[in-house]
């Protein structure tokens, strides 16, 4: 019954139906992120389980501002796109501006800086 009222959700904004001469492309869904580079989904549970693994918080592009649920996703964004990846961006933060060398050293700066 889950799969029922999935399959009759709408996809998450922007996804686009595919109509494409390839039968196992038709009536697709493409993801329209730039730095998903056209991947498609099967079925509208897919676009979401996509937006959720790709897109959504706690990694977010210190440039723009998109959101991924993985550093591999932030890592092919940055790469994509030439943002830099680990920026302070806390308001009152002495380190704010500063690029960060890795997740982790950028984690332990927010664990340890008083305006985090």
Not at 60 to 76: G, Y
Not at 102 to 107: A, E, F, I
Not at 109 to 115: G, I, L, R, Y
Request: net charge negative; proline share 8%.
């Amino acid at each position: 019954m889950m799969s029922t009222m999935v399959d009759n959700m709408e996809p998450p904004p922007g996804y686009f139906v595919l109509a494409s001469p390839n039968d196992g492309e038709n009536g697709t869904y493409a993801c329209p992120d730039d730095g998903c580079d056209g991947v498609v989904c099967g079925s509208i549970q897919d676009c979401h389980m996509h937006n959720k693994e790709w897109h959504s918080p706690p990694y977010t592009c210190a440039e723009c501002e998109a959101n991924f649920a993985s550093d591999p996703a932030l890592s092919r964004h940055a790469k994509a796109t030439g943002h830099p990846r680990w920026i302070c961006q806390r308001d009152g933060c002495e380190l704010r501006g500063v690029e960060f060398e890795s997740h982790l050293t950028y984690r332990a700066h927010t664990t340890k800086s008083a305006a985090h």
